[in-house]
T-cell receptor, first 114, second 112 residues
Framework: DAGVTQSPTHLIKTRGQQVTLRCSPK?????VSWYQQALGQGPQFIFQ???????QRGNFPDRFSGHQFPNYSSELNVNALLLGDSALYLC?????????????FGDGTRLSIL | QKEVEQDPGPLSVPEGAIVSLNCTYS??????FMWYRQYSRKGPELLMY????GNKEDGRFTAQVDKSSKYISLFIRDSQPSDSATYLC????????????FGTGTRLQVFP
């Protein structure tokens, strides 16, 4: 049973560029959430996708956008990259109707901005 | 003030010790409480999950929630070097699939 998978594992970009990160949820899950984890901090919620729509959003600017595909996989896009966007980006998946099963995380994509 | 406060540590204990990790929170709407373990260069791994107040035990791990005090704890008995990791508390409001609010994480080192 495959868990949450994310690609790529590492990425180096320069300021002003754009980046796309990818996530495949755990088998059977239909909801994907994205989190940003800065060094030495806990993860911060970016947004959540369910039924191909953004359902909830955290306190992140519009430079952060996403998409969910019919197979429940998801992409996180970040435009006009800033040095402060350097972080570990985590994807978590869950099943909406299953109230007692919390979110499962992938190992993340480590994004470095030069 | 952050919604969730967690002592960042580091906490260093000898093998076999009992470890107590804690978080306090300010949002009384939190109902779902989780503890995740995160090894270096890995994603958070779910350890314990509780709904509302009470205790939950799983092997060497015990999670406690005191909603009246807005305080949650994770106890690790007979700690092992393999327990060395960062421990993150997380909470959510209406349902467990909602956005999680995390503490900053406590770094634990268990030495032989």
């Amino acid at each position: 049973d495959a868990g949450v998978t994310q690609s790529p594992t590492h990425l180096i970009k320069t300021r002003g560029q754009q980046v796309t990160l990818r996530c495949s949820p755990k088998s059977g899950h239909d909801t994907v959430s994205w989190y940003q984890q800065a060094l030495g901090q806990g993860p911060q919620f970016i947004f959540q996708y369910y039924e191909e729509e953004e359902r909830q959003r955290g306190n992140f600017p519009d430079r952060f956008s996403g998409h969910q595909f019919p197979n429940y996989s998801s992409e996180l896009n970040v435009n006009a990259l800033l040095l402060g966007d350097s972080a570990l980006y985590l994807c978590a998946s869950s099943l909406q109707r299953q109230l007692n099963q919390p979110q499962h995380f992938g190992d993340g994509t480590r994004l470095s901005i030069l | 003030q952050k919604e969730v406060e967690q002592d960042p540590g580091p906490l260093s204990v000898p093998e076999g010790a009992i470890v107590s990790l804690n978080c306090t929170y300010s949002n009384s709407a939190f109902q779902y409480f989780m503890w995740y373990r995160q090894y270096s260069r890995k994603g958070p791994e779910l350890l314990m999950y509780t709904y509302s107040s009470g205790n939950k035990e799983d092997g060497r791990f015990t999670a406690q929630v005191d909603k009246s005090s807005k305080y949650i704890s994770l106890f690790i008995r007979d700690s092992q070097p393999s327990d060395s990791a960062t421990y993150l508390c997380a909470m959510s409001e209406v349902r467990n699939t909602d956005k999680l609010i995390f503490g900053t994480g406590t770094r634990l080192q268990v030495f032989p």
